[in-house]
């Protein structure tokens, strides 16, 4: 590994006396800089920044008396991980609820509610979840009765996967005085009996509104707890950092909270939501938007919903449904002057769009926005951009809009999807190579809890392309899979781009956040299907090791 001279390093880095609080050797290091091989090299730490990676004859000008030293046995050293894509407060909710995630039957998704509702004291909520109900013979929607009896004094509203439906039992119907006669939002669907108009229990996208007003907010004390379990959680994956999507105010006072106490190991940028633009603009212009640990990113919306739950929006219908293309959350002109406004205060957005037509209506706002407001550096985000029509992608790359991508759902969905979608749209759908191939930039993540939080487990997606199912050893749609180096890339210095962070974070190089991660194994001499195989043996965040396996 080529040594940087000393003066370089004085230049960059106050490093020529420095001695390291911490140094990580015998590892093969990928500094993040390209999408190339690691190199066998050391890290030096000091100050929580990096001090200096040389090999081995050059790093012990760097080691004193109190220095920490770390052996990465041959495993892989490199930038800590960025999910740019979490729903981070709620996933640390799921950490100690109910989890229906692989339920396999409908009497097991019954058996765990009941097993979880004999722990709770009369009129505790139920929530988060995370059902898939794809996973069940004949793929039946559940339904309140199939609960009441066991709930039936705790209100139930626990969401599918995706976080655009959810079942709420009777319990939970009362609570929020639901009945036959309810209208539907705008932007949602209430599933009724098609004979005597009753509420079936599910609601889905702008309807989950109708229950969650009757939901009780969580104290700031279970707020703060949920938060910290998920940090500790995020710290054992080797996540230094995220981009928090849909966040509260209230999520936004527990981050803050914490961060007095010094107690974050990530670091967060907060997305919160697009229609209340104004106050974020306020807050920030006020407050400012950032300090090295905690910031409001800008700002999150909605174009439509997702195909799990057939809400997702799209220019044809959806092939197992006659007729129906899916739903926009809100009005067209309402999103057109959101984003328009919220660009006038200098605000990024980031804006989730599933179906091909809601992806293509965004990016005509984001193109309409910008030659009317003019060039700056805006990043535009879509996240997810999970179905594409092949004439929409290159704009991406014209526009410089950023796709906050999951890989992970490539290889649930490809499960399912061809049969809601047909065999043509399923060509660029989760298109990382066609992307790439036209300059898009792409910005990895989980979208936890509707994902697994573990980023390996994301690289090993977009690299294999293996469903979940098995029936894809190829890889689901092959000629979208990309390399090792690409996906680390898009989890490491993607995502400090997109949040632009790129000058103090997202790689390994002097003078830059000390946020590293150690794997067990280098996943550049794997073989591909045994990419999820590999650990976290070290996190070290702002210098410190925040986890150790």
Known sequence: MRRLSAGLLCLVWAACARKADLVISGGMVWTGLSTGAPRPGNVAVAGGKILAIEDDA?????????TERIRANGGLVM??????????????????????????????????????AATLRPGEWILGGD???????????????????????????????????????????????????????????????????????IFKDRAL????????????????????????????????????????????????????????????????????????????????????????????????????SRTAYFFEP?????????????????MRRWIGNADSAGLQIAVHAIGDRANAILLSIYDSVTQVHGPRDRRFR????????????PSFGRLGVIASMQPYHAIDDGRWVERRIGPVRIKTTYAFRTLFDTGARLAFGSDWTVAPLDPILGVYAAVTRRTLDGKNPGGWIPEQKISVGEALRAYTSGNAYATFDEATRGTLAPGYDADVVVLDRNLFAMAPDSLDQARVRYTIAGGKVVYRR
């Not at 991980?81 to 097991?108: I, K, M, Y």
């Not at 090295?292 to 990113?297: F, N, S």
């Not at 879509?382 to 992608?393: F, G, M, T, V």
């Open 382 to 393: 879509i996240e997810h951009a999970q179905h594409l029509r092949p004439e929409d992608i």
């Open 318 to 334: 959806y092939s197992d449904s006659a007729g129906y293309r899916g739903l926009l959350q809100h009005p067209e002109a309402d």
């Open 79 to 116: 930038p800590g991980f960025t999910d740019g894509h979490t729903h981070f407060v709620d996933g640390g909710f799921q950490l100690a609820s109910v989890d229906l995630r692989n339920a396999a039957t409908p009497a097991e998704f019954v058996r765990r509610i009941k097993q979880y």
């Open 209 to 308: 509104d109708v229950i969650g007003r009757a939901m009780p907010e969580p104290s700031p004390e279970r707020r703060d707890s949920a938060l910290a379990r998920a940090l500790a959680y995020a710290a054992s994956l080797g996540v230094t950092a995220t981009a928090h999507m849909s966040a509260s105010w209230a999520d936004l006072a527990s981050y803050r909270r914490l961060d007095r106490a010094g107690r974050l190991t990530l670091r967060a940028a907060l997305y919160l939501p697009l229609d209340d633009w104004r106050t974020v603009a306020d807050s920030v212009r006020r407050a400012g938007a950032s300090d090295p640990w905690l910031k409001i990113g800008g700002l999150k919306g909605f174009m439509d919903g997702s195909a799990g």
């Open 131 to 201: 059902w898939d109900h794809t996973l069940w013979p004949g793929q039946p929607l559940p339904r309140h009765e199939w609960i009441d009896s066991v709930t039936p004094d705790n209100p139930v509203f626990v969401n599918r996967l995706d976080g655009h439906e959810a079942l709420a039992n009777a319990a939970a119907l009362r609570a929020a005085g639901v009945t036959k006669d309810t209208p539907t939002p705008p932007g949602g669907e209430i599933l009724r009996d098609s004979r005597t108009g009753e509420p079936l229990g």
């Open 58 to 66: 050059g790093i012990a000008r760097y080691v004193g008396p109190h």
